[in-house]
């Protein structure tokens, strides 16, 4: 029972992480909080089933473009809303993303009505379904092994790329200093352009497993899991990449415990408990260090 | 090799610079020396381009860089030492150089000149692991100075790099301008230490309220009676 439960908080918590990424990648650059975030998580399970059923592409095939379709809808989504307000003040920008949440989602409900949709399981491999571990009363499926290692598969992709390529120590510095980083001869709105698509990237992964998680999309999906995994950020400390990982996966253990012990409908109050709780007793988040650990 | 023609810039309505007119020959040290506030800084960020001109033009090696970005401006040699340092806190003493040579693919190149910044500061070498923000003071400036080298520029800007800094360090600090210089670097120094400012340049220009007023060969201007009274403590 607790194996279980701890099992599902894990593959939600790494979902949650997968989104919180996005968030403070983008918040440690140019200290926005994303809005429309979860909108890109949204429209990557929407571009990937419309792949499938409309283009016939086999699952991972779609995946993919659909992941690179939502890589390139961030970058535009910060080259038209956000860039011509970057010198403009904070909530001037802030406004603007909660206006483009708010626009992407209705974009989505007039393309594709607001019904919530199935995911097409016959494109998915059939293995997917099946139990992979058995153990007592304790179950893991292939589909929730998947998630695992395509979660922590990107996770630790984007550890290398921010650690040891020349782009990723770019995205540092540009969140440490944006003066001295242009000083550098570093192109400021391409390194901003590049933290956009890999926040967006990992956005859309996550919205993808989440529809063939729970086998349904909607419009609307973006706006919940969004707040979550804001929460999540907030929670390792927004800014720190690491920060929001933990954050992520500490949010989805404690959402499943307290959905499994005291009551299913607490699922969204726990989130929301653990946020305040942190804001109140650790402001800087988990692995948060005030201006330090950015990015 | 830099020239400033009648340039402004502004911060909303302020003018902090009103007609900035002044030479950069190849092979040079200028200095810039005036008192706090003048638009020493504002001129610098003017040249790199970090602050919009709103008058006048800026050519550097024949070419009009007023209203290019800071990234092509230093990709076409200029690079900037900015006041305060600006280095990146958390980012490692090797990071920090890496950055510095942002914007060039030569591997050897690279190496050689991270030798060659190791050697100017051996300090640097053995934090070359440390964030750069667990640096003392005068170890940051080094490494500011350092990051910049590694670009390779042609046209050095350095702005007060003896700012809080023990006489000791700063006699370091000079030592190594001189010889950056010497080994082909042109260099326009901005400084409120006028004295050593003007002993290493060799000429120099006085800004004041965003206006040149005073302008000649270092020597000239460090045994200027005007210059002594406002800039060099003679107050008597
Ligand atoms: N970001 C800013 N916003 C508004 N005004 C500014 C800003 N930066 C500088 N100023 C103003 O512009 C003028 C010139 O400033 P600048 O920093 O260029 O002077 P400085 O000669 O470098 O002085 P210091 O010796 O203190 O470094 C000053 O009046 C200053 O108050
Ligand atoms: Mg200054």
Redesign the interface.
């Known amino acids: 029972m607790l194996e279980q439960q701890l099992i599902n908080g894990l593959t939600l918590g790494l979902i949650y992480a997968l989104i919180a990424v996005g968030y403070t990648m983008v918040y440690g650059v140019i200290q926005l909080i994303n809005f429309a975030h979860g909108e890109i998580y949204m429209l990557g399970a929407f571009f990937c089933v419309t792949l499938i059923t409309a283009a016939g592409l086999p699952f991972y095939v779609a995946m993919l473009m659909a992941v690179i379709c939502c890589a390139l809808c961030g970058i535009l989504l910060d080259i038209i809303a956000y860039r011509p307000l970057r010198r403009a003040p904070r909530l001037a920008a802030l406004i603007t993303a909660i206006g483009m949440s708010i626009f992407l989602q209705n974009l989505a409900l007039i393309i594709w009505g607001s019904r919530s949709k199935p995911f097409p399981r016959a494109s998915l491999p059939a293995y997917l379904s099946e139990q992979a571990l058995v153990m007592g009363q304790v179950g893991l499926t292939w589909l929730q092994l998947f998630i695992f290692a395509v979660a922590i598969g990107m996770m630790v992709a984007l550890f290398l790329v921010i650690h040891k390529t020349?782009t990723g120590?770019?995205m540092?510095?540009l969140a440490?200093?944006r003066?001295?980083?242009?000083?550098?001869?570093?192109?400021?709105n391409a390194v901003i352009s590049f933290t956009f698509a890999l926040g967006s990237a990992m956005g859309a992964v996550a919205g993808i497993l989440v529809a063939v998680y729970y086998n349904t999309l909607y419009p609307t999906m973006g706006y919940t899991a969004g707040v979550k995994a804001f929460a999540a950020a907030v929670l390792g400390g927004i800014g720190s990449v690491p920060g929001a990982m933990v954050g992520g996966v500490v949010l989805g253990v404690a959402e499943a415990l307290g959905a499994g012990y005291v009551s299913s409908l607490y699922r969204d109050g726990v989130a929301y408990a653990v946020m305040i709780a942190v804001i109140v007793l650790r402001p800087s988040g988990i692995l948060g260090r005030a201006?330090?650990?950015?990015a | 090799m830099l020239e400033l023609n009648r340039v402004q810039a502004f911060y909303g309505t302020i003018q902090a610079l009103k007609d900035v007119t002044l030479t950069v020959r190849s092979g040079e040290i200028v200095t810039l020396i005036g008192a706090n506030g003048a638009g020493k800084s504002t001129t610098l960020m003017a040249i790199?381009s970090?602050v919009a001109v709103g008058g006048g033009t800026i050519v550097f090696e024949g070419r009009d860089i007023t209203r290019l970005?800071?990234?092509r401006v230093?990709?076409l040699g200029i690079?900037?030492v900015?006041e305060g340092r600006?280095?990146?806190?958390?980012?490692t003493v090797l990071?920090n150089l890496?950055?510095?040579g942002?914007?060039r693919r030569d591997r050897a190149g690279l190496r050689a000149d991270e030798e060659h910044a190791f050697q100017l500061f051996p300090i640097l070498k053995e934090r070359r692991k440390q964030?750069g923000?667990t640096l003392s003071g005068g170890e940051q400036q080094m490494l500011a100075i350092a990051?910049a080298l590694m670009?390779r520029p042609r046209l050095l800007l350095l702005d007060e790099p003896s700012l809080g800094l023990a006489p000791m360090v700063v006699e370091h600090i000079f030592a190594v301008i001189a010889r950056i210089n010497t080994e082909g670097t042109t260099i326009l120094l901005v400084e409120q230490n006028a004295q050593m400012a003007l002993q290493v340049a060799h000429r120099g220009y006085v800004l004041e309220t965003g206006r040149v007023v005073m302008s000649g060969a270092a020597a000239d201007l460090l045994a200027d009676p005007k210059v002594r009274e406002a800039y060099l403590g003679d107050g008597t």
């Open positions: 020349r120590t770019a540092r510095a440490q200093n003066t001295a980083a242009a000083l550098m001869g570093i192109n400021v201006a330090i650990d950015k | 790199s970090v970005s800071t990234d230093v990709a690079t900037q900015p600006m280095i990146f806190p958390a980012l990071e890496r950055m510095g942002y914007l964030p923000g990051r670009a």
